[in-house]
């Protein structure tokens, strides 16, 4: 009974050619646009699912309440980092980070990569294996140097690599000679924080300068905490500390007129999470768009397959 259900639909069909191929092109393509539309919400989803401390990590950034109104901002003082770690509960590690492009030579060869800055918590906060060396030494010098396995593959043509010397070439001549201490995975596609080498913090540029400057916000802060702590806590935590060493900017405040919070404060700590830098529009790692976008891909996907199955 089914084959000859299946014999009349094929007789049907070759009577109606040309609707027939009208309605197989209709559906094939609205069901490859849901397919896409599925997938790129699939991809939004996914990042920064690889690190396996994602649920505990968070990025600082300051809410200030101005006469104008409020502000946030993710950059902070290079100070800070350390201030936190010694005084503020509840935090088991904390990084700074940043990153720019430098030209890399090795011999007689030159190439341009993307520079990350961070400090010596950084690797055990986030998932970015070494296939070569230890990533509890890797950073532990100031002239250490990780490369990914791109850059090994291109600037020394693979093997071990540790041990050898790699110059960076810095503004005004400066150039700085590293010793690469290990060999990372190349860092995923699906990753906010993007880099092709990591050195000391203290190598970054200008920081020097600026180590000890308060007034001076340049930086991303990360922080990873203990469990059973929440950002809440940390929030908390923070507001002496605030206003402590953030006196000359409440200060400014006061005299531009600003008004605080309804517990007064003109100055607070506050911490994105990991999974969710991708959707906000605070971090420096988010997109801009809002968290329903993939909900909203994969809706406009049933409208189209539902379209196309009623009209076809």
Known sequence: MFFNYLKIAWRNLLKQKVYAFVNVIGMSAAFSATIILV???YREWSFNKFHENRDRIYQFYREEYRPEGIEEST???APMMG???????GIEKITRFTADTKPVTSGDQSYNYSIGYADADFLDMFSFPLVQGDKRKALAQQDQIIISEKVAAAVFKGGQVVGKPLTVKYSGGKDRTYIVSGVMQNVPELSSIKF?????????????????DWDSHSYRLFAQLQPGVSMSDIERFSKPLVNKYFANG?????RDGAVGDKEGQLIRLKGIP?????????????NGSSKLFPWLLILLGIVITMTACVTL
């Open 83 to 89: 201030a936190w770690k010694r005084e503020c509960p």
């Open 274 to 286: 990991l999974p969710e830098w991708r959707f906000s529009k605070v971090s420096t790692y988010g």
């Open 39 to 41: 997938l790129v919400s």
């Open 196 to 212: 092709e080498l990591l050195a000391r913090f203290e190598r970054a540029p200008y920081y020097d300068e600026i180590k000890e």
């Open 250 to 254: 409440i200060r400014d405040l006061k």
């Open 75 to 77: 950059s902070t003082p």
